[in-house]
């Protein structure tokens, strides 16, 4: 379950990147496909007047199948969050509590001294600079 999940997570974040990058090469109404999806690059009013604004305007792309319209750079932005947070929580064994409070992870290795190593994760989350907050946590 945990190998499908991951590569489902991989796979996400991979595909919103290439459609990303389809969208951002592709000027305003054209067509143009990814992945077997053909899409049409939209601005909308709002995209202009943001534009206008500060200079830039996010890449949206229509799915021409169904007539769903996606902010590319946010479903890229959201796969990648997805992507991090899977890692995270499988990588180091960290519980989604200490997770959203992290800000520093430190992997240690201590020897013994028979000679076995011992690896400590040593997470610090946001109020971990307060003088009065045990924060600092040794497994």
């Given at each position: 379950m945990a190998a499908?999940?991951?590569?489902?997570?991989?796979?996400?974040?991979?595909?919103?990147?290439?459609?990303?990058a389809a969208t951002q090469a592709a000027p305003p109404g054209e067509v143009f496909t990814c992945d077997g999806i053909t899409y049409r690059r939209v601005k909308t009013k709002h995209d202009s007047d943001r534009q206008r604004w500060n200079g830039t305007a996010p890449p949206?792309?229509?799915?021409?199948?169904?007539?769903?319209?996606?902010?590319?750079?946010?479903?890229?932005?959201?796969?990648?969050?997805?992507?991090a947070i899977t890692h995270a929580l499988r990588l180091t064994g960290v519980r989604i509590e200490e997770l959203l409070e992290l800000s520093h992870l430190s992997i240690r290795q201590y020897q013994r001294p028979n000679g076995e190593v011992r690896r400590?994760?040593?997470?610090?989350?946001?109020?971990?600079t307060a003088p009065a907050a045990a924060s600092r946590r040794t497994w």
């Open positions: 499908r999940l991951v590569r489902h997570v991989d796979d996400t974040w991979t595909a919103a990147g290439r459609l990303l949206r792309a229509e799915n021409l199948t169904d007539g769903t319209r996606i902010h590319t750079a946010q479903a890229e932005d959201t796969a990648f969050w997805t992507w400590f994760r040593s997470c610090s989350n946001a109020t971990a």
